[in-house]
């Protein structure tokens, strides 16, 4: 999961300007195509990385299989920071996942018109990440345990329950950034809180639910390595948690009304 939002805090009051690190460009004042070109470079560059991380870490003479989803959750936490913290991130907000663009726009701070642009930037980002991640790694990248990278819950986790994880987690982190936004000082330190989220969610649910909590993290990954089966729990997950994080915002006093 990743993110910027719009510049206007949710809740408005005096103060100063956030700085350009943890918010994007004004959307009435730069181009939509711009910043959807930077949104699915750095979703290409992000799912580029995760391959290659679960490459090296499930792949030949791998390291302790219990450690795996903590490091990879440090690996894509850091990484998530860093891109949003990148120019391109300043250019774009950063959002990096479908998910937190809805969410953004339903608390406020994103224009509602930019919703689809961004969306489809961000899974063809996705697309094209891993389909370069195979073409660097090989047959390596696609073959199992590796596949892609594409995320899958334990057997004994149905649909309803991955579902349930999936929108839970966006929930949460829709709250978070309801509260954060509401204040410069929380505006600096959001890029650091969502890495951090970011790793937790993985660490903690990756052996579980598979912990993806972003359409785009397994959109690529499960269209490459044919693993779809599953591909609309977390595709509807987060989308659900995201309106539903918001509508919670809204009703302790946290959200704007939506940009159209």
């Not at 349930?164 to 966006?170: I, K, N, Q, W």
Request: hydrophobic residues 50%; charged residues 10%; proline residues 12%.
């Amino acid at each position: 999961m990743t993110l910027t939002p719009a510049p206007e805090p949710v809740v408005p009051r005096p103060g100063p300007a956030a700085p350009p690190a943890a918010v994007g460009p004004d959307a009435g004042a730069a181009p939509v195509l711009p910043r959807a070109v930077c949104e699915a470079a750095l979703t290409a560059l992000l799912l580029f990385l995760i391959v290659t991380a679960v490459r090296w870490l499930v792949g030949p003479d791998p390291g302790s299989a219990a450690a795996r989803p903590a490091v990879l959750g440090c690996v894509v936490g850091t990484l998530l920071a860093l891109l949003m913290l990148s120019p391109p991130g300043r250019c774009s907000g950063g959002h990096l996942n479908p998910a937190v663009t809805l969410a953004l726009w339903r608390l406020g701070v994103f224009p509602g018109r930019e919703v689809v642009p961004y969306a489809v930037a961000q899974l063809a980002g996705s697309v094209s990440g891993v389909w370069c991640a195979g073409l660097v790694w090989g047959p390596a990248a696609g073959r199992p345990p590796v596949r892609h990278a594409s995320v899958r819950a334990d057997p004994g986790w149905g649909d309803a329950a991955v579902l349930a994880a999936e929108a839970g987690v966006l929930v949460g982190s829709t709250l978070m950034l309801a509260v954060l936004l509401a204040s410069p000082g929380g505006r600096r330190v959001l890029p650091y809180a969502v890495g951090l989220t970011t790793a937790l969610v993985i660490g903690v649910l990756g052996p579980l639910s598979g912990g993806s909590a972003n359409p785009a993290r397994q959109f690529g990954p499960a269209l490459l390595a044919g693993d779809t089966g599953r591909l609309w729990v977390y595709v509807l997950g987060p989308a659900v948690g995201a309106v539903v994080g918001a509508w919670c915002a809204g009703r302790i006093g946290l959200r704007r009304p939506s940009s159209r």
